[in-house]
């Protein structure tokens, strides 16, 4: 139950949003971590900054009830009082609801929060106090899911955090309309978009996964699923402790655990 909270924490968004826009992040949740919201006494979700429409919000309310338990609660949170009342008329109490709130979750104690395309127009140094609001009203045990990506879903980047910190990174592409694993670096979580600097674990990994796509073009004739198959193998072959199974790189994912890929410089200038 949500106890009165102060006021919203956090800066309105742009709002960009698009139907279908998070679904990557959404069933890889559904797929990764449906366990967390099936043991959850309460199964209550926020979708933090949803965003001009509520369509998003919607969404992952659906894709929830159909694959993870059909009791979850989905509480879509922004700070403008203008979205909330907007999104009124999509709310299906109890299952999907719409609220006033920021990073202080307006009192809520949920098992997961989603956060995506909020922490983008915040500096790098703002994010860790971010971070450490939102999981600190976290239910036990629960999880935040915070990235970003593009308008239209294709490219993305998320970091999985609990209550002691960041603990994995998620890169995603629609592989029939990549190009290069470089374009993931446009897409990387806050936390580590202006780190693809010469340096940085993050530079190394993309760089990496660059040389291996270029390496793997003779699979290139039978589809980019294949080639990123090969991209992905050989990448883990030099080293790299990519945690997820082989049937996720067929949907152009990988993960990471948060230690290989942290900063390790100084903070650069903000821009």
């Known amino acids: 139950m949500a106890t009165r909270a ?30 967390v919201l099936r043991a959850a006494p309460d199964p209550l979700v926020v979708d933090l900054g949803y965003g001009a429409t509520p369509v998003t919000a919607v969404e992952l309310r659906a894709r929830l009830a159909a694959g993870v338990r059909a009791d979850v609660r989905v509480v879509g949170l922004e700070i403008d009082p203008v979205r909330v009342a907007d999104a009124q008329p999509a709310a299906d109490p109890p299952g999907l609801t719409f609220a006033r709130g920021g990073f202080e ?23 860790a106090g971010a971070w450490a609001t939102i999981t600190t009203g976290l239910a036990p045990g629960g999880l ?18 609990d209550a002691t910190g960041p603990r994995s990174l998620t890169l995603a592409a629609r592989l029939a309309t990549l190009d290069s694993p ?7 979580p806050k936390a580590l978009i202006h780190r693809n600097v010469p340096g940085e674990p993050i530079h190394d990994l993309i760089r990496a996964l660059d040389d291996a796509w270029r390496a793997a073009a003779s699979y290139a004739p039978f589809g980019p699923r ?4 090969h991209t992905v193998a050989a990448v883990r072959a ?13 949907l ?8 290989t890929i942290a900063p390790t410089q100084p903070r650069p200038t903000p821009r």
């Not at 104690?109 to 500096?123: S, T």
């Not at 470089?182 to 990387?188: C, F, V």
């Not at 030099?238 to 067929?250: A, D, E, T």
């Open 252 to 259: 152009g994912e990988l993960t990471l655990p948060w230690p």
């Open 144 to 161: 935040l899911v915070e990235g970003t990506c593009d308008e239209l879903g294709r490219l993305g980047g998320w970091v999985l955090l």
């Open 226 to 229: 294949q080639r990123w198959l």
């Open 6 to 35: 102060s006021r919203p924490l956090g800066v309105v968004t742009r709002g960009t949003t698009n139907p279908n826009r998070l679904r990557r992040v959404d069933n890889w949740i559904v797929e990764t971590y449906a366990d």
């Open 105 to 127: 979750l307006a009192g809520h104690r949920p098992a997961l929060v989603r956060a995506f395309n909020v922490l983008r127009q915040y500096d790098e140094s703002e994010v």
């Open 238 to 250: 030099q080293g790299w402790p990519i945690l997820n199974h082989p049937r996720r790189w067929r």
């Open 182 to 188: 470089a374009e993931l670096a446009e897409r990387l």
